[in-house]
């Protein structure tokens, strides 16, 4: 007696609910494996670009760089995003409703749009998480109700309750039961993980923004920024937009 003689004797109702723990589980699988990759090299990244932000001697020179490495990160993302904001205002259609407003505010409007799609690309595959990890407990417990029911439907067959006529079942209600808690156990735990990878890096994120605007702010009073913003903008602007279809954390 094992887990295939389980599979032989199992009806339609326990090989369904079988295959929606089994559909469960491949897909917290494929989440926790995927966003754990790209957090550890959106991490990496993040501290490489990080570390040059503050070591270059300009926010020119941080446009260079920006030019030649492309998007690699939420923090470069945030840091074109700004830059694109500039270029963006300095040829503004006055007439268009999204460049109303100062260039202190056009810029922050475009900072805090990086900053979503930014936290919305961190969130894909968290509400999956979430599902599974309040759910599957009770796909299980479904599963277990309807193997107490095959004991019971067996005794009163039988007409007495040994232990002949009620393995069987009852095993059946046993794995059902550890199924359930197996496949959302390790939901729970990663979502919970990544829920707090996602805030740190988005305090992180904030924080460093409120940096980013003082020194694209005080580049626009000046109007040192424009020519380098240029030439950074249209070659990036591709690859903006390959990284999100890419979805990359």
Same mark, same amino acid.
């Given at each position: 007696?094992?887990?295939? $003689?389980?599979?032989a /004797?199992?009806d339609?109702?326990?090989?369904?609910?079988l295959?929606?723990?089994f559909i469960? @589980? !491949?897909?917290?699988?494929?989440y926790?494996?995927?966003?754990?990759?790209?957090?550890?090299g959106?991490?990496? &990244?993040?501290?490489?670009?990080?570390?040059?932000?503050?070591a270059?001697?300009?926010?020119?020179?941080?446009?260079r760089?920006l030019r030649s490495?492309g998007? +690699?990160? #939420?923090f470069?993302h945030?840091?074109?995003?700004g830059?694109?904001a500039?270029? /963006?205002?300095?040829?503004?259609n006055q007439?268009s409703l999204?460049d109303?407003?100062?260039?202190?505010?056009?810029?922050?409007r $475009?900072?805090? &749009?990086?900053?979503?799609q930014d936290?919305a690309?961190?969130? @894909?595959?968290?509400?999956?998480?979430?599902? !599974?990890?309040?759910?599957a407990?009770? !796909?299980?417990?479904f599963?277990?109700?309807?193997g107490?029911?095959?004991?019971l439907?067996?005794?009163? %067959?039988n007409? /007495?309750?040994?232990?002949?006529q009620?393995?069987? #079942?009852?095993?059946?209600?046993?794995?059902m039961?550890?199924l359930?808690?197996?496949?959302?156990? #390790? @939901?729970?735990?990663?979502?919970? !993980?990544?829920?707090r990878l996602n &805030?740190?890096?988005?305090?992180?994120?904030?924080?460093?923004?409120?940096?980013?605007?003082t020194?694209l @702010?005080?580049?626009?009073?000046t109007g040192t920024? %424009?020519?380098?913003?240029?030439? +950074?903008?249209? &070659?990036?602007?591709?690859?903006? /937009?390959q +990284?999100q279809?890419?979805g990359?954390?």
């Amino acid at each position: 007696m094992g887990f295939q $003689s389980f599979i032989a /004797q199992a009806d339609g109702v326990a090989l369904f609910i079988l295959f929606v723990l089994f559909i469960m @589980s !491949v897909g917290t699988w494929y989440y926790i494996l995927t966003k754990g990759w790209r957090y550890y090299g959106a991490q990496n &990244r993040s501290r490489e670009f990080i570390r040059g932000f503050w070591a270059a001697p300009s926010i020119e020179a941080v446009a260079r760089k920006l030019r030649s490495t492309g998007i +690699t990160d #939420p923090f470069s993302h945030l840091v074109h995003h700004g830059f694109t904001a500039v270029e /963006q205002h300095q040829s503004r259609n006055q007439n268009s409703l999204i460049d109303a407003g100062s260039a202190e505010e056009f810029l922050t409007r $475009s900072l805090k &749009r990086a900053i979503d799609q930014d936290k919305a690309r961190l969130e @894909s595959g968290l509400t999956f998480l979430a599902t !599974v990890a309040s759910s599957a407990p009770f !796909v299980g417990l479904f599963g277990t109700v309807w193997g107490i029911y095959h004991a019971l439907m067996a005794i009163s %067959l039988n007409g /007495q309750g040994g232990i002949g006529q009620v393995a069987g #079942p009852v095993g059946e209600a046993l794995i059902m039961t550890g199924l359930g808690l197996a496949v959302a156990i #390790p @939901s729970a735990v990663a979502y919970n !993980v990544f829920v707090r990878l996602n &805030r740190n890096t988005l305090v992180q994120l904030n924080s460093f923004a409120h940096d980013v605007f003082t020194f694209l @702010s005080t580049g626009l009073a000046t109007g040192t920024l %424009l020519h380098d913003v240029e030439r +950074t903008s249209d &070659r990036m602007i591709t690859r903006v /937009q390959q +990284t999100q279809q890419a979805g990359g954390v």
